[in-house]
């Protein structure tokens, strides 16, 4: 069987979770080639050694360049800062490689584009890591909407909810920093509800969107525990939001709601959907991601009630590959789903969803709902670009 | 149409909930006769004509004899203290009335047959109180279950959960005494799970049962708040079981498992019903009444989960007398469908379920757990009785 | 005690819920004043008549001018088609009366205005019946928010979720209909969403909103059961909205975002509603209306969570009257309670909340969101009217 | 570092699970020694080639005896058929190995007793596997349990539902027949919740249990689907229980209720924990394995609920070793937890919980309720042996 050699680029939070599904993903899905951790890249070599080590890479580096360029590397995955990823992308695709990169794309629709462009003409298989698609509940709840269960689609209601910085004494940490973050909870999170609307439901055209920012100011450094900010502390500005939201008209004239926050107590991870069709509706709360609410108006009508499926079967969307009915998976077997239906594009050398398109698209419907804050109206949305090659 | 006379026979929690039901059953349904709340009998004069008032009867009476022998009274509705009820519902059954008795039906199984015997012997109409077999999603469940949705029944799997006299500071109360209330969890709520789970699932054949008194000792009376039992404080013997429980061969091959306690703090008034067959599941919480989940393992394998089902359309049992789908309703309204059921009954002179054969064998079943958790092995429940007319 | 008598206009569903209500008030509520169901108003005798009778009324009236005019009633109740209520309310302040108005309280702002005027002028009671602020649940939940439990208020995020014409062949019965219904699912349940953001979190500054309708044709009378419209079915314009949503600034910095919509499958009565604060948040649901959840911030670390609270304790607004805890209650008793606290307020001449005010806010909300949908911007909400004396 | 290498002896379902436990712990944990995979064994050497390369396993052998005296394995683990336990263990444990084995511990309470002993003399580090003790919420459940946030514990009522063979079409495999599985529901699933019910609450004193057979006849092959068992099936007997349950006294005064079943349509690895103390109560099920219910009796009156604790945060046992708060982990991770805590005792050559002994004490219960269910009466579960070392 073939072997493919990955370069990994980045090594905190995402390139935890990307090792482990490199890792993971052929010791439980049958891929049409295998996965070598080959090489990791960062930029402080001590860290890096670490890093190697705890998540099983056989090399390091600190010149992404050099891997980039490394002629026994098949696969670059970058999960480095969100705004080196087009540079280095770019210089992956040129280079002849296959790219997994995580989102966003990059920094602007202006960069997404590029990238795209020279995806395209580079004939390499490219991906962008949404993983939330392949939650096996989410991929069954797009399988059932595609063979029609739900009919025809009236609404797309979605919320992304965390707290970490509700607490208004919590520090000004880099990600509530503009110039660092790029965005805050609209990057960060709007964006995922964003491509999900866009994978079970559709192509966006136009919203109406809303950015706000609760707390404006913030201590610099962390507080001692509830302890209000005093007099002498040092404060600064809040250059991100804290909460993003629109309303959507999607293209089948289907009606979205969307809304991510930071600033939900209680609500860790919550992403909630709902979707109602003619025929049916589904439900999905991430902080449950084994379970998948499914009501079915074709059932009689002293029987019909949303049921609770439990999405560890066999006959669910990658649930096979794990453990029996009722035993559940997590959050990090989503990479392990992306990294093994990635691994087997590359090996087939054919295309795979989502790709620097849906980056592109889901770049662009951001910028429209900024847009849409700022000038407080309705913005179109692009339509799908046609000099795409 | 055909007026009934009423007469209610005692007026404190139950006849406060008997007093609603009867003013608000022709309100709602479509009778056969129109009940008159004609009088209210009680020892207290003062008590009872606050009583009426606030309950809606136009006479009282301190006499539940002259009640009794009233000949323009039609029913006699008996709430009162768990000894009276023979003495009470045996004179109105041989004064021609038909009978409404609260739970339980006698003190003991011996009392009970004679209420029977008195019973069928009248010809009169005769009921027991058992109002959760009316709640409408067990109704629901009931006609499922009969349909044949569940297929063979395997498995009664049900619990009655209160948390009252939780806290070992608990005084001592009436309900704690076993003088006065006769037994403690056993008769008062253990009761009821298993009336269901001859409503439900049929006629028991043995039980191994367990009854246990976590406080041996409690104050006499209400102490200050959150204060340990102290030296001074006057303590007094409890002698009523806190929990009762037990394992169940039915005479169908089923097999049941019960448990009541008043000892399960946060449980307010949980009734949990689990039903398993070789087709499907029912599940069933009180404190969540509205609602019946079911799991039908005819769906498809990947659409399969245990359905919502809100028990409040016009298809489904009782429901459709009162307000729109998803407007739900209480506790209360399992009492209003219970005595609709019974004037009817009456009004057409035919029998109506449960009676006082279900009272006697609810009894039977209690008495058979008792005696098992005497004797520490399992206990044949009497079979139904041939010597009934 | 002081008997206030009661004329009722109108009879339909309304009118049941407030019958109901008159009827149970004072049984289960020591009430100031004893109601009495005096006339019942209609047009139609025949029904009338059913009805008086089935409701619980001692007379019935063809002419609301009549009922309104008689010196012996000393409260109007008005239930009738939302395009009377300003005429009959208006009269019945006028003649000195106390009136409780069903929402909407008129059809325009305009219209509102004149009632608040009458209604300032006339020294009268006034009540409009926005039911579900009393509602256990959310009574508690505004006592936990004015006891600053949740800290300041960040977001309000409320659905308002119903299906009955979810499926395209349901035929065009006269709620769709604009010219006899006003609006849709804006007016009809939209508005009580909007109502209880006013209760809960405060007044709103502006919206920007969204006004849909998803079937545009509907058959012009009901077709047999899932056959689609044919070739020969005479079809008709729906004329109101399916669904309506707006994004809200509102005065104190938080944020709402709405949605009420007729096209949710599965949802019969949903109104889910989520508040994040900075010390906590809150959630309720309508088809679950006797719990309440609770995250406290301010619980240990490892033991926060949202808190399932069954709002049935003694301990909680209205409960205590009814049953002992975990004997849930349902949609009818909110009425009970609103009228149990007009019959209060009219006993001691005193002011009620919500009130005709409140009627003509809630009338400025939709009215502003209207505008919103059609110019497809933003826009302000009015200011507390000054002129109000 | 010191590298530990690990030998494992069986490589189906348990021996899948081990290997990604074996290798994933110290990608997650700091580990006091580096766990090495160096050799798996089984019987079959084409399928064990195969198990190894998936697994992620250096070497294979077919004869455990060799690797068992190899002197450079420092650990063995078990996880083949339970009648090959004993033997495999105390081979080791005679070899000096550290040793893990999976549960049952053996097939009887004196083949358990002999490894006890050989564990105790040996001064092995010794462990069984029962993985549920190292679900986060069941260890935060324990810890809040011991530092006395329940008071006193009066109820652990515990369910362990399945659904495999609840079709009474589906087919006699090995695990329904008695010589091969040794025990059906039983030692599968009621051990488990035995297992639970010690570490929680504490010792059994007795016991008084029931085992039953649902279906005694079976297809000896699968059937085609849906169909009945024709004329002409062959047709072998079911040797095994369904079902097993128990009530149980505690030696601590706490009262047991314990239920296992294949025989739950629906439930799929449903193990539902309830435990009511004289302060709180919890609630855990294994469906939603990464939230634990907690009822606080010391929360102010009008604020007590159930918290739904999503046990995923940093403060949470073993749950900051993975994701951030929200993030879920699954099934696979309890396994990974029992290693990481047995690798460091093994690495400090210290004790480790739970042992041999809790393997031995689990079989005497498990006897006491087979023979309690053979006599019908209440059976003593033995006293802590004295003779253990």
Request: with cysteine.
């Amino acid at each position: 069987m073939q072997t493919l050699n990955v370069g990994l680029i980045g090594y905190k939070f995402m390139g935890k979770a990307h090792s482990n599904a490199w890792r993971q993903a052929d010791k439980f899905f049958d891929l049409k080639a295998r996965p070598n951790l080959k090489v990791i890249c960062g930029r402080t070599e001590s860290d890096l050694r670490v890093a190697a080590e705890r998540m099983g890479w056989s090399e390091i580096s600190t010149d992404w360049r050099k891997v980039v360029a490394d002629p026994t590397i098949d696969i670059i995955d970058v999960t480095t800062a969100n705004d080196t990823h087009a540079e280095i992308a770019i210089a992956a695709l040129n280079a002849g490689k296959a790219v997994l990169c995580e989102k966003p794309l990059g920094l602007s629709v202006a960069e997404c584009k590029r990238m795209v462009q020279v995806a395209k003409k580079s004939g390499c298989v490219h991906m962008i890591c949404h993983n939330y698609r392949r939650i096996p509940a989410l991929a069954q709840a797009q399988r059932m909407i595609q063979s029609g269960d739900l009919g025809e689609i009236y609404h797309y209601r979605a919320r992304y909810l965390q707290d970490w910085p509700a607490d208004p004494n919590f520090p000004l940490v880099w990600r509530l920093q503009g110039k660092i973050a790029g965005s805050g909870a609209h990057g960060d999170i709007h964006a995922h509800i964003i491509d999900l609307g866009r994978f079970l439901v559709g192509e966006f055209a136009e919203v109406s969107g809303l950015l706000h920012t609760f707390i404006k100011e913030r201590p610099l450094a962390a507080q001692s525990d509830g302890v209000s900010a005093k007099a002498g502390v040092k404060m600064g500005k809040v250059t991100v939001d804290d909460t993003a939201m629109c309303m959507v008209r999607f293209c089948n004239g289907a009606i979205g709601n969307l809304e991510a926050t930071r600033f939900a107590l209680g609500r860790k991870n919550g992403i909630q959907i709902e979707i109602n069709g003619s025929k049916g509706s589904l439900y999905f709360d991430f902080e449950d991601m084994n379970r998948l609410k499914f009501y079915n108006n074709q059932d009689p009508a002293d029987r019909r009630g949303f049921r609770d499926i439990l999405v560890t079967d066999a006959t669910h969307p990658y649930a096979g590959a794990w453990w029996p009915p009722g035993h559940i998976i997590g959050y990090e077997h989503t990479f392990t789903h992306t990294i093994a239906d990635f691994v087997n594009a590359v090996a087939e050398d054919k295309p795979v969803s989502p790709d620097f398109v849906d980056g592109l698209r889901n770049q662009q419907i951001l910028e429209a709902v900024e847009k849409s804050s700022k000038l407080r109206r309705w913005v179109s949305v692009p339509k799908i670009l046609s000099w795409i090659p």
